[in-house]
């Protein structure tokens, strides 16, 4: 596993990772707090719900963890998947708030954070395309 230097990394990079890491952890080791911002008039929160933000936290926590571990094209690689995987993050909270799946508070929030990730893996993948040390040889 290939780390590339700290200078080859832009900002965007690394708030991503923080980012991931952050949400990946909250769903895998406090699941039930998430839950409860999604739907809060369900007491104790769905066994099925536990399992699947426990699932979506380790993916999560893994994917911040690529982030600050690859370099070079794999990392170009695992922005551009990660503009994917936020855009449907985003498209999804989105949804859920249209329909009011979700309390309006928790539709904007989670639609805003994922935003923030798509805009930010288009930032980094953009960064190491124009970066000398990111161009394609």
Not at 84 to 103: C, E, N, Q
């Amino acid at each position: 596993m290939a780390t590339a230097p700290a200078s080859s990394r832009p900002v965007s990079v690394y708030l991503l990772a923080g980012i991931r890491l952050f949400n990946g952890a909250a769903g895998l080791l406090a699941p039930e707090l998430l839950i409860r911002r999604f739907d809060p008039d369900r007491d104790p929160p769905s066994p099925a719900a536990v399992y699947a933000f426990r699932l979506f936290g380790i993916r999560t926590v893994l994917l911040g963890l690529d982030l600050l571990t690859h370099s070079g094209e794999q990392l170009r690689d695992d922005l551009r998947d990660g503009i994917l995987i936020h855009g449907s993050d985003t498209a999804t909270a989105a949804t859920l708030g249209i329909h009011g799946d979700v309390p309006p508070r928790t539709a904007f929030l989670t639609t805003f954070i994922s935003a923030v990730n798509t805009a930010l893996a288009v930032a980094g993948t953009a960064a190491l395309a124009t970066s000398p040390k990111g161009r394609r040889p």
